[in-house]
């Protein structure tokens, strides 16, 4: 039996793209680039636990040239900084190294050319305030030492920022997938959330450029064209 096609994330631009695969992580992925109806493409794998089985992701960008063998990103100056490079021997920045295929496999091109396969989505929970969500990242950051992404994309006039937390070993199922997810109609389109929280000053929220400033915790927004996981 033909293994099924990844479902896809069309990632809406490449500094997006960059902070998917190497902010705030010590595990950067691996990069996957080919060519495919004389266009370029660069992608990385995720995989989020459903209620039965997984789901795999294929999240990708669209390049306009070859890339080098490894993608440099860092984002503790003032603004996020990133590059194709020959080497990894700057350690200030992460490098993520791409492997270059010489043609796509068939489950690339089907999920490119396809509809995706059919799979059960998420549960949708909405949420009162982004400050709910950024808890919830901030717990899961101290006790799995996991950075999930934020999601963000326009979906009947309005933003959508959402994440996607698998709870794990629901009844018969494998985990309980939830999409918690916020509405808003013009967020500011920053590429980081940082939080604090404190006696003296309570909870602090705010959108930043960058993850300098060693107080806060931080959590990603990536910018996509559509999420399939957002249940309708």
Same mark, same amino acid.
């Given at each position: 039996?033909?293994?099924?096609?990844?479902?896809?994330?069309?990632?809406?631009?490449?500094?997006?793209?960059?902070?998917?695969?190497?902010?705030?992580?010590?595990?950067?992925?691996?990069?996957?680039?080919?060519?495919?109806?004389?266009?370029?493409?660069?992608?990385?794998?995720?995989?989020?636990?459903?209620?039965?089985?997984?789901?795999?992701?294929?999240?990708y960008i669209k390049i306009k040239e070859k890339p080098g063998p490894f993608l440099a990103y860092k984002s503790d100056?003032?603004?996020?900084?990133?590059?194709?490079?020959?080497?990894?021997?700057?350690?200030?920045?992460?490098?993520?190294?791409?492997?270059?295929?010489?043609?796509?496999?068939?489950?690339?091109?089907?999920?490119?050319?396809?509809?995706?396969?059919?799979?059960?989505?998420?549960?949708?929970?909405?949420?009162?305030?982004? /400050?709910?969500?950024?808890?919830?990242?901030?717990?899961?950051?101290?006790?799995?030492?996991?950075?999930?992404?934020?999601?963000?994309?326009?979906?009947?006039?309005?933003?959508?920022?959402?994440?996607?937390?698998p709870f794990e070993h629901y009844y018969e199922a494998n985990a309980l997938p939830v999409f918690f997810y916020v509405?808003?109609?013009?967020?500011?389109?920053?590429?980081?959330?940082?939080?604090?929280?404190?006696?003296?000053?309570?909870?602090?929220?705010e959108y930043s450029k960058n993850t300098t400033d060693t107080k806060f915790f931080y959590a990603k927004i990536i910018?996509? /064209?559509?999420?399939?996981?957002?249940?309708?």
């Amino acid at each position: 039996m033909d293994p099924k096609p990844p479902v896809v994330v069309n990632i809406k631009n490449f500094e997006s793209f960059c902070r998917l695969a190497l902010a705030l992580t010590d595990s950067p992925p691996l990069l996957w680039y080919f060519k495919h109806n004389r266009k370029r493409f660069l992608g990385t794998f995720s995989v989020y636990m459903s209620w039965k089985g997984d789901i795999p992701i294929f999240a990708y960008i669209k390049i306009k040239e070859k890339p080098g063998p490894f993608l440099a990103y860092k984002s503790d100056l003032e603004k996020e900084e990133f590059m194709f490079t020959h080497d990894v021997e700057d350690t200030k920045y992460a490098h993520a190294p791409i492997i270059m295929l010489k043609e796509p496999p068939k489950i690339f091109r089907e999920a490119l050319d396809k509809k995706p396969p059919s799979f059960k989505k998420p549960l949708g929970i909405e949420l009162d305030n982004l /400050k709910s969500m950024v808890r919830l990242l901030y717990l899961i950051s101290i006790k799995e030492y996991m950075s999930f992404p934020i999601w963000r994309f326009k979906r009947n006039g309005r933003y959508i920022l959402g994440v996607c937390i698998p709870f794990e070993h629901y009844y018969e199922a494998n985990a309980l997938p939830v999409f918690f997810y916020v509405k808003e109609r013009r967020p500011p389109l920053e590429p980081f959330l940082r939080y604090s929280t404190s006696k003296v000053g309570g909870e602090i929220l705010e959108y930043s450029k960058n993850t300098t400033d060693t107080k806060f915790f931080y959590a990603k927004i990536i910018d996509v /064209k559509e999420m399939p996981l957002f249940p309708e």
